[in-house]
């Protein structure tokens, strides 16, 4: 299985920063990545495709990129609403798997 | 629109066996793979397998063979997973997601929270 290293595991940051989650993959998987946003109680929601690909309704201060296989999620200017946990999930292997989550709580 | 409706929370002694049911609607259900996820408390995603209703193919993370059994209803709009010899780490959220074919999801069920103990 192709195994997701996400980084950091937890964050604090402040309204208004710039804040960025990272995902390194065990082996190339092109752009076959997603990014999903979590909230307590609630069902993950896509917020990335094909690795820098906006899902439709979600806001533009949420952008992904890669290099290699490394994966970054960034958001430009952080809202009270972007607190909550984010998971990578590759699909380029026919089994598909999630990074380990990063949780971001307020500063 | 696009609606996942999960069954309800379930209590289990280990070595039984659960089944959790998925109904879908606002869309054309053959048209797209169902996937399982499940999240146990305080932990991360852990995908499961999909199925493809359309094919009746079905593709299981490995460490679920043999126990997991994904399937759909005759009104194929429902699917079900099917869990056996349950032990107390299956313990778990477990949501059905409407696939974007095998890779990712763009819709989720409210989840079904089983609960394994003696």
């Known amino acids: 299985d192709v195994q997701m290293t996400q980084s950091p595991s937890t964050l604090s940051a402040s309204v208004g920063d710039r804040v960025t989650i990272t995902c390194r993959a065990s082996?190339?998987?092109?752009?076959?990545l997603a990014w999903y946003q979590q909230k307590p109680g609630k069902g993950p929601k896509l917020l990335i495709y094909k690795a820098s690909s906006l899902e439709s309704g979600v806001p533009s201060r949420f952008s992904g990129s890669a290099s290699g296989t490394e994966f970054s999620l960034t958001i430009s200017s952080l809202q009270p609403d972007d607190f909550a946990t984010y998971y990578c999930q590759q699909y380029f292997s026919y089994s598909l798997t999630f990074g380990q989550g990063t949780r971001l709580g307020i500063k | 629109q696009v609606q996942l409706v999960q069954s309800g929370a379930e209590v289990r002694k280990p070595g039984a066996s659960v089944i959790v049911s998925c109904k879908a609607s606002g869309y054309t259900f053959s048209d797209y793979y169902l996937h399982w996820v499940r999240q146990a408390p305080g932990q991360g995603l852990e995908w499961m397998g999909w199925i493809n209703p359309h094919s009746t193919e079905t593709h299981l993370a490995q460490r679920f063979q043999g126990r997991v059994t994904m399937t759909w209803g005759t009104s194929i709009t429902t699917a079900y997973m099917h869990l056996s010899d349950l032990r107390s780490d299956d313990t778990a959220m477990y949501y059905c997601?409407?696939?974007?074919?095998?890779?990712?999801?763009?819709?989720w069920g409210q989840g079904a929270l089983v609960t394994v103990s003696s």
């Open positions: 082996q190339s998987i092109g752009t076959s």
């Open positions: 997601a409407r696939g974007e074919g095998a890779e990712y999801f763009h819709h």
